[in-house]
């Protein structure tokens, strides 16, 4: 797959082509993306999306926008799913003015030779929303593309897009969010050091540094999860809080490798979220604690969740 962020590295080519945000890539991207695809072969499949997430230039003074997926783990899935290139696009006031209009002539058609449009039920793009489905099909026959236009899409009883699966994360329902998702919700970074509690009570732990500022962290609380290092999966409990039985304040993700004793500070590292076991809650003392995490583990062992 090609990644381009430059539209001058663009070369224009008879395309099919889709447009979003994409955040999360779910089961419902994943059906507009397997739509693209199947159209017709001898076209090449472009995804364009944008970067920054839109919300945070339209709307600066709203409450932040919290993202499912990086750029770089979006990528990754894309490439996964045989998309052929994804153009992104920077969001930025002056793409924000651009009407939908001219958003397709100028991107769409000039840049890239569209020759074929996928858009999802609800989207819409360009200044004031202004181009949409129906945006599309008037300007389909003079400037000679043809559109399809994604249905909602449900999965469980729910209409999945990613306002709903970060109110699950939000909420620690990390199982409905993965349903949603059709994945594991992961989160990456590097392991720094923290304050070495975890080793001096026998339950060592790699401390997550998040990769991204506004990377959606689950609600607080003990996860069972899995621990990704250098593509090998490792079994985990994962604990993200303050630590309030150390009085802690602010916010960190620490993670005890079952089974596992090699030292791994400043190496990458991915976590996927399988299940949630527990609330944080403040212990009367470190042996309280202790015997609090020993039973974390038992209960994700017992209960399968650790399963590589």
């Given at each position: ?13 008879p ?5 979003g ?8 991207h ?22 920054p ?34 153009f ?33 039920h ?9 181009g ?22 449900e ?14 994360l ?35 732990t ?24 250098n593509?090998?999966?490792f079994?985990?409990?994962?604990n993200?809080?303050t ?17 596992f004793?090699k ?14 076991i527990?609330?944080?809650k ?13 039973l ?13």
């Amino acid at each position: 797959m090609q990644l381009i962020k430059d539209i001058n590295k663009l070369m224009k080519l008879p395309s099919s082509v889709t447009i979003g945000t994409f955040d999360g890539v779910h089961v419902g991207h994943r059906k507009i993306i397997s739509q693209l695809k199947g159209y017709n072969k001898n076209l090449r499949n472009v995804v364009v999306t944008f970067e920054p997430h839109p919300q945070t230039v339209l709307h600066p003074t709203r409450p932040e926008i919290y993202i499912l997926t990086t750029l770089e783990e979006k990528a990754a899935i894309f490439e996964s799913l045989g998309v052929d290139v994804l153009f992104v696009v920077k969001f930025d006031e002056q793409m924000a003015s651009k009407t939908g209009e001219e958003f397709v002539k100028e991107i769409l058609i000039n840049a890239i030779g569209m020759k074929h449009c996928v858009i999802g039920h609800d989207h819409a793009f360009g200044k004031n929303r202004s181009g949409n489905y129906q945006t599309l099909m008037e300007l389909s026959k003079s400037l000679e593309f043809t559109v399809d236009r994604v249905e909602a899409f449900e999965q469980s009883d729910i209409i999945v897009n990613s306002t709903t699966i970060r109110k699950f994360l939000s909420g620690g329902d990390v199982n409905r969010a993965a349903d949603l998702l059709g994945k594991y919700y992961t989160m990456s970074g590097l392991v720094i050091r923290g304050d070495g509690r975890g080793r001096t009570i026998g339950i060592p732990t790699a401390n997550l540094q998040i990769d991204h500022p506004k990377k959606l962290i689950p609600r607080n609380g003990v996860y069972a999860t899995r621990l990704i290092l250098n593509e090998k999966k490792f079994p985990a409990v994962t604990n993200i809080g303050t630590r309030p039985t150390y009085n802690g304040q602010s916010v960190s993700i620490e993670t005890h490798i079952l089974n596992f004793d090699k030292d791994i500070y400043d190496r990458p590292i991915q976590l996927e979220f399988s299940n949630r076991i527990r609330d944080e809650k403040k212990f009367a003392s470190p042996d309280e604690l202790v015997a609090a995490i020993r039973l974390d583990i038992d209960v994700a062992i017992k209960q399968g969740l650790t399963n590589i």
